[in-house]
């Protein structure tokens, strides 16, 4: 676990205080409030005012948004090095979904006003928010048009490759998705049932192309998925020459 006060360097990997030089760093971890998440905490709440903005030093956090029909949705899971919450503080409202512990975390977070006097006096931290927000708008663009436009199957195979570029490591029998994820929880990313999602895996594992486990997902043949999330063409069989007969 890391050490609860984060060295000012760690901040070098968020994106929001990228092109900051060491001095600025440290100025803004000693403005920072700093804690150990329990696995399971509520970080902050759907309708909860927005008045901090947090980051992510060690763990995985789950954003998560419930519709009036009482259905969740997972909008994104966040690893270490990314900010999480901010664009409802930028905007001055209020969060739009819950944000969960999915494991022991290390946070930061800065209040708004501690926020904005930082952006007047490093105008670099402003342009990346911006850069930040222009980035996740584009990212739900892309998902509203999978949910939109795109079969169950395919929402899926997009699903579990984003995960993988995200949070993927290279293990013996492919590529990793490194925290835990349940069935219900890719359901929940993609918009449809935790029924429909049990039948295209085990179909999938069938085919070799993943490994299920307690909570696991090993991607097993990534360009398998890829085929089948771009609706490629699927690759021929090799023909099989008859043996001559004796």
């Known amino acids: 676990m890391t050490p609860l006060a984060p060295d000012p360097a760690t901040l070098r990997g968020l994106r929001l205080f990228s092109g900051l030089d060491a001095a600025a760093l440290a100025e803004i971890v000693r403005s920072a409030h700093t804690r150990r998440i329990e696995k399971g905490t509520t970080i902050f709440s759907q309708g909860d ?26 909008v994104r899971y966040i690893g270490a090095g990314e900010m999480f919450g901010t664009a409802a503080v930028f905007s001055g409202g209020i969060y739009p979904a819950d944000a969960l512990a999915m494991v022991d975390c290390v946070g930061v977070h800065w209040t708004a006003a501690t926020m904005g006097e930082l952006m007047e006096r490093y105008p670099r931290i402003a342009l990346n928010a911006l850069d930040i927000v222009g ?112």
């Open 49 to 74: 005012r927005a008045g901090l903005c947090h980051a992510l030093i060690d763990g995985r956090v789950k954003i998560v948004q419930t519709g009036a029909d009482g259905q969740q949705l997972v």
């Open 135 to 246: 980035r996740r708008l584009q990212e739900v663009q892309t998902r509203l048009r999978e949910l939109s436009t795109e079969r169950v199957e395919r929402r899926v195979a997009h699903a579990l490759l984003r995960l993988a570029r995200q949070a993927g490591r290279r293990v013996g029998s492919g590529i990793e998705i490194d925290f835990p994820l349940s069935r219900q929880d890719i359901a929940e990313m993609t918009g449809t049932t935790l029924h429909t999602v049990s039948r295209i895996l085990s179909g999938w594992e069938g085919q070799g192309i993943v490994e299920g486990g307690r909570q696991q997902v090993t991607i097993r043949q990534p360009h398998a998925l890829v085929v089948i999330a771009e609706d490629l063409p699927k690759p021929a069989k090799p023909e099989v020459t008859p043996k001559p007969e004796k």
